[in-house]
T-cell receptor, first 114, second 111 residues
Framework: DAGVIQSPRHEVTEMGQEVTLRCKPI?????LFWYRQTMMRGLELLIY????????DSGMPEDRFSAKMPNASFSTLKIQPSEPRDSAVYFC????????????FGEGSRLTVL | QQQVKQSPQSLIVQKGGIPIINCAYE??????FPWYQQFPGKGPALLIA?????SEKKEGRFTISFNKSAKQFSLHIMDSQPGDSATYFC??????????FGTGTRLKVLA
């Protein structure tokens, strides 16, 4: 079975540019999560969706960040405008249901903002 | 109160040794405590998890010990192998998907 698929795997951009990260969750999973990983702050939950509806976006750092899930098989995380402090690895994860509790992570998108 | 404190930050053991990674929490509402394993360039993957109604759980060479009164839990890796070299994260949640992750422990098992 295909796992969570993220693209791009690596993105290098200049400050001020728009960045769009993409995620395809595992088919049949109802929950989708966006995490950010840095050395300083570890793994931080940015936002999560249930059945395509955003449930909790309290971890989104500021208005420059936005996330959408237009259908069950696709989600985007957008940063506009990007800043050097946004440099991190962004992970998408999905989960089949609350009862299992297990998160299935993608391989991440490494973002570098110059 | 929402933090999960993980130690040590890094750990080096010889093959066959038993590395132990510790986590502590404050929020008594936490009721699910997973451990995730992450290899370089990969996303974290669930290794083992425990709920507070048991004090120990084993899966293969991996064991979680849970001390509810002390609000601590730990991961033990029996007969560690070089292939276990990875970063390990503990986490906690209280019935939601808002996992609070520890800061991670980078384990290196020497051949």
């Amino acid at each position: 079975d295909a796992g969570v698929i993220q693209s791009p795997r690596h993105e290098v951009t200049e400050m001020g540019q728009e960045v769009t990260l993409r995620c395809k969750p595992i088919s049949g999973h109802d929950y989708l999560f966006w995490y950010r990983q840095t050395m300083m702050r570890g793994l931080e939950l940015l936002i999560y969706f249930n059945n395509n509806v955003p449930i909790d976006d309290s971890g989104m750092p500021e208005d420059r960040f936005s996330a959408k899930m237009p259908n069950a098989s696709f989600s985007t995380l957008k940063i506009q405008p990007s800043e050097p402090r946004d440099s991190a690895v962004y992970f998408c994860a999905s989960s089949p249901s609350r009862s299992t509790g297990e998160l299935f992570f993608g391989e991440g998108s490494r973002l570098t903002v110059l | 109160q929402q933090q999960v404190k993980q130690s040590p930050q890094s750990l080096i053991v010889q093959k066959g040794g038993i590395p132990i990674i510790n986590c502590a929490y404050e929020n008594t509402a936490f009721d699910y405590f997973p451990w995730y394993q992450q290899f370089p360039g990969k996303g974290p993957a669930l290794l083992i998890a425990i709920r507070p109604d048991v004090s120990e759980k084993k899966e293969g060479r991996f064991t979680i010990s849970f001390n509810k009164s002390a609000k601590q839990f730990s991961l033990h890796i029996m007969d560690s192998q070089p292939g276990d070299s990875a970063t390990y994260f503990c986490a906690a949640t209280s019935g939601t998907y808002k996992y609070i992750f520890g800061t991670g422990t980078r384990l290196k098992v020497l051949a």
